[in-house]
């Protein structure tokens, strides 16, 4: 008992007309997932349960044919094509060469009127669609628990979230969905058979399939990023139930949006702020920024400026409590190197004294000669400028186009006095 490979180009059209039956089955939408096939002989269509030999049978496809005798699956084909059904198992009853002359659906009659008017067989043929499932839409009726683990900031909490969405299967084992699920069905299976378990088990494995994500660290916001990642988890927690049990497997899974319940978007924006606050500069600048706030407030205050002003100095005395507490915890600060009097000087021999004479050599306080740059017209003491490092002049200035003298060393103007030729 089997099927043979018809020609190659059989259409249904050309069985049709063929005075032997043949079995067929009209395209599948979306909503069928098992149909039983047609039996047609010419114009007449049979709804018995025989497969007579010889019958045509032709497979389209997105579908998968299996025949079955008796309740058992005898024979599975998912490759589209025309096939012939040709047993040599079937006994000879009763009619010796006058019965071998006759057609299969006469050897049928015969068959039928030794067993009482009955078949001797119950063969059906079941057509199976294989395409993808989709438009399946999901919905969490109760929050989903779900770990938020962020190590920037050291977070790891228990949040709940929903989701919404829709997922697409398909049937990848015909023979376990016929055992399992369907069986002799008399006519379709619809999907919406099954739709209302298959949602069920599905948002019961969604909590795992989320807990493998919340491991790999990814944020709750974007769970819409992982849908590939989603699909794959789901299958692994249904292949049990799914794959082993019914011949199905999740294809896809989409997640149109995710949200959480306020007070647990609250409590992560506080512990966000609090992370940031231990940044001492973000402090100070977020510090600054509330008093310049304040300040504009207490401008604006309808008890009048001076008592928002004491509540702001009052807010600020608070304020500095809490952060002299932060920095008393800190490591003292190493006291800066004292500067040198503003008036003090430096002797030939190092030693830097206020005084008119050096205390350790007794020499004179030299003369104090200041110039003015005639680069950049910084005032210096120095031997070169201590804003361009331009080197102290020679002599007086003088003017380089009408020869103009300054009488003082320290004078340099920018511009000559006498014809205003800039000095160099």
């Known amino acids: ?49 025989v497969i007579a030999d010889g019958s045509r049978i032709a497979v389209a496809d997105g579908q998968c044919m299996i025949i079955v005798e008796n309740g058992q699956v005898m024979d599975v084909c ?3 094509g025309a096939y012939v059904y040709d047993t040599k198992t079937s ?12 057609s299969s ?16 067989k119950d063969q059906r043929i079941y057509y199976f669609n294989t395409k993808e499932i989709v438009g399946n839409k999901y919905g969490t009726a109760t929050p989903i628990p779900f770990r938020l683990i962020d190590k920037n900031i050291g977070m790891d909490m228990d949040i709940s979230i929903r989701c919404n969405g829709e997922f697409s299967y398909r049937i990848v084992n015909p023979m376990l969905f016929y055992t399992n699920v369907c069986g002799n069905v008399a006519k379709d299976y619809e999907r919406s058979e099954i739709d209302s378990q298959l949602k069920s088990e599905l948002l019961t494995a969604l909590q795992p399939a989320f807990g493998k994500l919340a491991e790999e660290g990814i944020r709750y916001s974007s769970i819409t990023n992982h849908t590939t990642e989603i699909a794959d988890n789901l ?17 896809s899974f989409g997640v149109n949006s995710v949200s959480i319940p306020k007070e647990d978007e609250d409590m992560i924006k506080t512990a966000q702020k609090k992370a940031m606050m231990k940044d001492g ?16 407030d207490a401008a604006n205050n309808s008890g009048g400026a001076m008592t928002g002003f004491m509540g702001m ?6 304020a500095g409590n809490i952060f002299g507490q932060d920095a008393a915890s800190q490591p003292a600060a190493q006291p800066a190197p004292a500067k040198p009097a503003a008036d003090s000087w430096t002797c030939s021999c190092g030693t830097v004294n206020t005084g008119k004479f050096c205390a350790e050599c007794g020499s004179p306080k ?40 300054a009488e003082d060393l320290s004078i340099t103007p920018k511009f000559c006095p006498e014809c205003g030729t800039p000095m160099k």
């Open 366 to 405: 030299p003369a104090d000669t200041k110039w003015i740059c005639p680069s950049c017209g910084t005032e210096n003491k120095g031997k070169f400028c201590a804003e361009c490092g331009t080197k102290k002049p020679e002599g007086p200035a003088t003017c380089s186009n009408c020869g103009w003298k």
């Open 281 to 296: 500069a973000y402090a100070t600048a977020a510090l600054k920024d509330a008093a310049a706030q304040a300040m504009v």
């Open 91 to 102: 006994p000879t009853v009763f009619g010796g060469k006058f019965l071998e002359g006759l």
């Open 1 to 49: 008992m089997g099927l043979i490979q018809a020609a190659v180009g059989a259409l249904h059209g050309t069985i049709a007309d063929q005075w032997k039956e043949y079995f067929y089955c009209e395209s599948m939408d979306s909503d069928i997932l098992v149909k039983r096939g047609v039996k047609k002989n010419g114009s007449r269509i049979f709804e018995d349960n």
């Open 105 to 120: 659906i006469a050897k049928e009659t015969w068959r039928r009127f030794q067993f009482g008017g009955g078949p001797g």
């Open 235 to 251: 299958n692994v927690v249904l292949s049990k139930k799914w794959t082993e049990l019914r011949g199905l497997e999740v294809v």
């Open 313 to 318: 100095n009052m807010a600020g005395n608070m």
């Open 78 to 80: 998912a490759e589209p």
